[in-house]
């Protein structure tokens, strides 16, 4: 396979750590016509998702991961940032695949699965595969955030020296905010989303909680769609090789993808 690093505005060339900037996946062999749009999660970057893109190309699936704006930046960027500018990052990426790909399945990872869900209602997905998503979070503040934010700048959360470089270790309340939003545009478009759609979600996760991810599940209109919950060893970021089960995961989505083909 074959990694391109690859740049959608900008502000992409601004991103000082190449893992974090957006890329192209393109595998040696595709198979079908299917591709993958892989959205990362809030204060992440696209760096999260380059595990999944290894091996979606070993299964002949081609992806682009996006750059969500303010991320891989400074979390002072992230605190300007709306949740409608993440969408239309999304909307890029998806114009992008088109132009090789008939058909296109977002597979986004927590707040990357709600800004999938969002984008959905106007530039619609062949599919989506939602990560962790969710409805609430476990951070208690967090339905104050709209009104927090104008005391409190930053929630300060704890992060190894390792993953400094790729995850912000103060999270904007601002963003929280825009998730709030988001959260709340999201939810009552859910049973208008009849395409077809994996869910998977984790009892060990302490970021969000899980119980809202089965409540997407349930929300969701689409007569084709699928759950998937793991036990307490299994954190919220699903993609990297802190979950002992990423490779159940990684099986999960090629599986549902090959299913998009005819």
Same mark, same amino acid.
């Given at each position: 396979?074959?990694?391109?690093?690859?740049?959608?505005?900008?502000?992409?060339?601004?991103?000082?750590?190449?893992?974090?900037?957006?890329? *192209?996946? =393109?595998?040696?062999?595709?198979?079908? @016509?299917?591709?993958?749009?892989?959205?990362?999660?809030?204060?992440?970057?696209?760096?999260?998702?380059?595990?999944?893109?290894?091996?979606?190309?070993?299964?002949?699936?081609?992806?682009?991961?996006?750059?969500? /704006?303010?991320?891989?930046?400074?979390?002072? @960027?992230?605190?300007? =940032?709306?949740?409608?500018?993440?969408?239309?990052?999304? +909307?890029?990426? #998806?114009?992008?695949?088109?132009?090789?790909? +008939?058909? !296109?399945?977002?597979?986004? %990872?927590?707040?990357?699965?709600? !800004?999938?869900?969002?984008?959905?209602?106007?530039?619609?997905?062949?599919?989506?595969?939602?990560?962790?998503?969710?409805?609430?979070? =476990?951070?208690? %503040?967090?339905?104050?955030?709209?009104?927090?934010?104008?005391?409190?700048?930053?929630?300060?959360?704890?992060?190894?020296?390792?993953?400094?470089?790729?995850?912000? &270790?103060?999270?904007?309340?601002?963003?929280?905010?825009?998730?709030?939003?988001?959260? #709340? =545009? !999201?939810?009552?478009?859910?049973? &208008?989303?009849?395409?077809?759609?994996?869910?998977?979600?984790? @009892?060990? @996760?302490?970021?969000?909680?899980?119980?809202?991810?089965?409540?997407?599940?349930?929300?969701?209109?689409?007569? +084709?769609?699928?759950?998937?919950?793991?036990?307490?060893?299994? /954190?919220?970021?699903?993609?990297?090789?802190?979950?002992?089960?990423?490779?159940?995961?990684?099986?999960?989505?090629?599986?549902? *993808?090959?299913?998009?083909?005819?």
């Amino acid at each position: 396979m074959t990694f391109i690093p690859t740049e959608f505005s900008a502000e992409d060339s601004t991103v000082l750590r190449p893992e974090n900037r957006p890329f *192209i996946c =393109r595998p040696e062999n595709r198979v079908g @016509d299917t591709a993958a749009l892989l959205i990362h999660g809030f204060t992440g970057t696209p760096r999260e998702m380059a595990p999944l893109a290894d091996h979606l190309a070993t299964k002949g699936i081609p992806s682009i991961a996006v750059r969500l /704006p303010g991320h891989g930046t400074s979390p002072e @960027d992230l605190a300007e =940032r709306s949740f409608e500018e993440w969408v239309e990052t999304v +909307k890029q990426g #998806q114009k992008n695949l088109k132009t090789e790909n +008939k058909q !296109v399945v977002a597979v986004g %990872l927590s707040t990357g699965a709600m !800004v999938a869900l969002a984008t959905h209602r106007s530039h619609p997905f062949e599919g989506l595969a939602l990560l962790s998503p969710y409805l609430r979070t =476990r951070y208690l %503040l967090a339905p104050m955030a709209g009104l927090l934010r104008h005391f409190i700048r930053y929630q300060n959360r704890e992060v190894s020296p390792a993953e400094q470089p790729y995850y912000y &270790s103060k999270r904007p309340l601002n963003g929280i905010h825009q998730i709030n939003r988001l959260i #709340q =545009r !999201v939810k009552r478009e859910l049973p &208008s989303v009849t395409i077809p759609t994996l869910v998977a979600c984790a @009892d060990g @996760d302490q970021t969000v909680v899980p119980e809202s991810a089965v409540e997407i599940y349930h929300l969701i209109g689409s007569q +084709k769609k699928e759950l998937h919950r793991f036990g307490a060893e299994v /954190p919220h970021v699903l993609t990297t090789a802190v979950n002992p089960r990423q490779k159940e995961v990684f099986a999960l989505v090629s599986h549902f *993808i090959e299913t998009m083909n005819p």
